[in-house]
């Protein structure tokens, strides 16, 4: 499977490097979006090998997403593999995307957290559960970690989803799209680390903006 890894990145210097390293060294081609930061992020992800596109001012990350997204297309890949640039992922669980995409007829494969959620903070995994089981019972299916960043998603599904959001709803509305459309979302079980990085959620407007986005789901589901 001739694949494309996406990285939406803001002010990731300190792990960056290892992570494309590690992709590269793979055979794999990367694609880091930085959005806007501040620190060396888009300098180090060129000189380890990535290709880089940079946004003037922070955007969001399913602006930077969406333009990464858009490069897999234009570029012919079969399929876009996402994944956070603060280490969270580990690169080598990429092998185990690809072997389990290729032998199913699902469109997206997400990672899920939750099978062993003990290295979790507990308000990620409160939250984690909470957004999981309401966008399950939106989508009906069974994903048991929605908001996990790390997926495998097919080029048809891609070419066929119409995007409405540009912040963090936008991994969602992915899971939301592909599902309307009739694709089948298979959960893969993965490892994260986490260490001390500092989420890029704003509790306050990224959360409002994620119930407005849910509850206009569910409203044109009614309609």
């Known amino acids: 499977m001739r694949l494309c890894v996406v990285i939406p990145t803001y002010n990731e210097s300190a792990a960056i490097g290892d992570i494309v390293r590690e992709i590269r060294t793979q055979g794999r081609q990367v694609v880091?979006?930085?959005d806007g930061s501040s620190d060396n992020t888009a300098r180090i992800s060129q000189d380890c090998g990535a290709v880089v596109?940079?946004?003037s001012k922070n955007q969001g990350k399913g602006f930077s997403l969406l333009r990464g997204l858009k490069y897999v297309l234009e570029h012919n890949f079969e399929a876009a593999i996402i994944m956070d640039g603060d280490g969270q992922h580990e690169p080598k669980a990429i092998l185990s995307f690809?072997?389990?995409a290729e032998q199913s007829e699902a469109g997206i494969i997400i990672g899920n957290r939750m099978h062993n959620p003990r290295t979790m903070p507990i308000?990620?995994?409160m939250t984690n559960k909470f957004m999981s089981w309401l966008i399950s019972g939106l989508i009906k299916q069974n994903v048991p970690d929605t908001q996990c960043g790390f997926r495998l998603i097919k080029r048809e599904v891609l070419e066929r989803i119409k995007f409405t959001t540009r912040r963090f709803e936008t991994e969602s509305e992915i899971l939301i799209r592909a599902s309307q459309l009739g694709y089948k979302i298979e959960s893969l079980p993965?490892?994260?680390v986490y260490q001390r990085e500092k989420s890029q959620i704003n509790p306050f407007f990224d959360t409002l903006r994620?119930?407005?986005?849910?509850?206009?789901?569910i409203w044109t589901i009614k309609s």
Do not use: A, T
Not at 210 to 217: A, D, E, N, S, V
């Open 123 to 125: 308000v990620r995994v």
């Open 32 to 34: 880091v979006v930085d």
């Open 210 to 217: 994620f119930i407005y986005f849910i509850f206009r789901q």
């Open 190 to 192: 993965i490892k994260s």
């Open 53 to 55: 596109m940079k946004n």
């Open 98 to 100: 690809i072997r389990e």
